[in-house]
């Protein structure tokens, strides 16, 4: 008897009115509204709706869902109350949309201090090319959740959404639009203290005739313990005045990063810039990230410079001694086409000077970048089975590069093919200040292809004096003419290849005993298959104490070299695509 009256009432206490979450319909009153009927009552139902401003601050309660009728409402800035977990949907999704009526240097929604957990699903956010804000977040407030799913934010003249204060961030399948004439943020969190942010599946499009782009700026101005994850997004951003600079992704100071299978397309003035995925070392010394993972982008870009993806500063003086303990970026695509690319960077990772981490940069395609793979003030960096093209427009400068007093950085199982006029496929560098050298460095088992022109292949600094421990198991190949001095290392020019014995300098001074200077074979270097070939003089040739110990490697198509206890799979091919697994494992072709 005592089981029965409980449940009864608890059954009572669940069907009373404040348990019951409802539901609001809005649309607007102000001219320019073309919804029906126009919203004036008080009743907030689907036959007598409400102003969007009325059914939030005198129905809603935690819990609520506020509907919007199909067309466009207008009305005043809207503040969200201070509620939880409120709800703003339109009846038919994505068939209503919501405007400012007050006019330029608005925001047409404004979610209020108190108003933490609101979700806004599928109404369309239109700041009509007038509005500074699609949707601004209280920067006097601490908002505990915001949730975007499946949200257009269009037309805003500085940032669809803006954040000062923000606890968390989850979007999905938003969309992002505006050409105004001012520099364009997709969404600028900038809080004292970030919580979690996970954006994916949504598209970020841009068109600054005549002025600067960020698809997204995450920089907490006082860092965040909490992670940042960017996922599946489609970034399409165009600049067209002279100088001015494009960043897809421009952050700094967050716990972890992971950033993953998301396509940018970056079109730049002849003189501009364009970054891809940029995160910039910790302004904070507490602020040194746990981890970042940067794998399966696609990044287009058409600019002479800038960064496809690049990780810390290029500084010789920032010391901070705040980086990213563990760097990993792999499986990524990167392209430059049509416009000749100066000073692109392909990849760059660079470490405050002294700074201890740890990168792997793997199986990424660059083409068409000034520079390949580079590591600066790096320690112990490893980048290994890239592939790296240039073109007869951008055509590659230089493909591996370790500058600035870089330490024990190695270079394996690289694919470099130069279709330009001339490129460098590898080349160390002293610090800009010349104090400091690059030092205990390794460039083994890669294939350096010049297909047309003249072709420099190892060069470091005439005024360095920095050292290349191992510098083996390479093929050296060039379809046109070689510098008069292809080889220069320690202001030494050496003109021939070798072997020893034989006159050849390069060799004879003791470099690349093991190498090769000989076409590589790739199956058809037109068309990017740079494949060997049976007969190649790059099959089984690779050194394979390099990898020996090291779990779990793989080649550029995801061929196993070693297991997970570090045992050898393959006969070591040169290059970054394998083509000779032990027997029972079948070809690799």
């Keep these: 008897m005592r089981r029965f009256l409980l449940s009864l009432i608890i059954i009572s206490a669940l069907a009373a009115p404040g348990w019951t979450a409802n539901t609001w319909y809005f649309c607007g009153a102000s001219t320019g509204s073309t919804c029906s009927p126009a919203g004036s009552g008080t009743t907030c139902s689907q036959a007598a709706p409400c102003t969007l401003t009325y059914a939030a601050g005198t129905k809603a309660s935690s819990g609520d869902t506020l509907l919007g009728l199909n067309g466009i409402s207008v009305e005043a800035a809207f503040v969200t109350p201070a509620v939880t977990n409120l709800t703003i949907d339109c009846v038919n999704p994505g068939q209503c949309t919501i405007r400012d009526a007050t006019g330029a240097d608005a925001k047409v929604l404004y979610q209020g201090a108190a108003a933490t957990g609101l979700t806004i699903a599928s109404p369309i956010i239109d700041g009509q090319g007038a509005q500074t804000y699609g949707l601004q977040q209280n920067p006097g407030g601490g908002v505990a959740a915001l949730t975007l799913n499946g ?24 969309s992002l639009l505006s050409s105004g004439t001012g520099t364009l943020y997709g969404i600028n969190v900038t809080p004292s203290a970030a919580g979690a942010v996970s954006l994916s599946g949504g598209s970020i499009t841009h068109l600054a005739a005549g002025n600067n782009s960020v698809g997204i700026k995450g920089i907490p101005a006082s860092g965040s313990a909490n992670p940042l994850i960017i996922s599946g997004t489609n970034f399409n951003q165009t600049s067209g005045a002279a100088g001015n600079t494009i960043y897809s992704l421009y952050l ?11 396509t940018h397309t970056i079109t730049g003035a002849t003189t501009g810039a364009g970054y891809g995925d940029r995160i910039l070392n910790a302004s904070h010394a507490a602020n040194t990230a746990t981890s970042c993972s940067i794998y399966g982008e696609t990044i287009t870009i058409n600019a002479p410079g800038g960064i496809s993806i690049g990780i810390g500063n290029d500084s010789d003086t920032d010391t901070n001694g705040n980086d990213i303990a563990n760097i990993q970026i792999y499986n990524n695509t990167i392209q430059s086409t049509g416009v000749s690319t100066t000073s692109l960077h392909g990849i760059l990772v660079a470490w405050e000077p002294a700074a201890a981490s740890t990168a792997k940069v793997f199986s990424n395609k660059v083409s068409g970048a000034a520079f390949t793979v580079s590591f ?59 104090a400091t050298q690059s030092t205990n460095s390794t460039f083994k088992n890669s294939i350096c292809y010049g297909a047309a022109g003249s072709t420099g292949l190892i ?28 080889w220069i290392y320690r202001s030494t020019n050496y003109t021939t290849f070798g072997p020893a014995g034989t006159g050849g300098t390069w060799q004879n001074a003791g470099y690349d005993t093991h ?50 206890a570090g045992h050898l799979t393959v006969i070591l091919d040169m290059g970054a695509y394998q083509s000779q697994p ?4 079948g070809f690799g072709m």
């Design 252 to 262: 700094s100071d967050w716990s972890s990063y992971s950033i993953h299978g998301n």
């Design 515 to 564: 190498g090769v200077n000989a076409d590589p074979l790739f199956y058809n270097v037109a068309s990017g298959d740079y494949r060997l070939r049976l007969g190649s003089p790059a099959r089984g040739k690779a050194d394979p104490s390099v990898w020996s110990g090291t779990a779990s490697i793989t080649d550029i198509n995801s061929i196993r070299i070693t297991d997970g």
């Design 151 to 174: 949200t257009p934010i269009e037309n805003y003249t500085s940032a669809a959404l803006y954040s000062a204060t923000m606890h968390a961030l989850s979007a999905t399948g938003f």
């Design 582 to 585: 032990q027997s029972g494992m």
């Design 376 to 434: 600066k003030h790096a320690t112990n960096g490893l980048s290994h089975h890239n592939v790296g093209t240039g073109t007869a427009i951008a055509p590659m400068a230089i493909g591996s590069s370790i500058d600035k007093a870089s330490s024990g950085s190695i270079f394996a199982n690289m694919t470099y093919v130069e279709n330009g006029a001339s490129g460098i496929f590898f080349h160390t560098e002293q610090s800009d200040d010349g």
């Design 459 to 486: 060069y470091d600094d005439a005024a360095n004096s920095s050292t290349i421990t191992a510098l083996d198991y390479n093929l050296y190949f060039s379809a046109g003419s070689l510098y008069a001095d292809p």
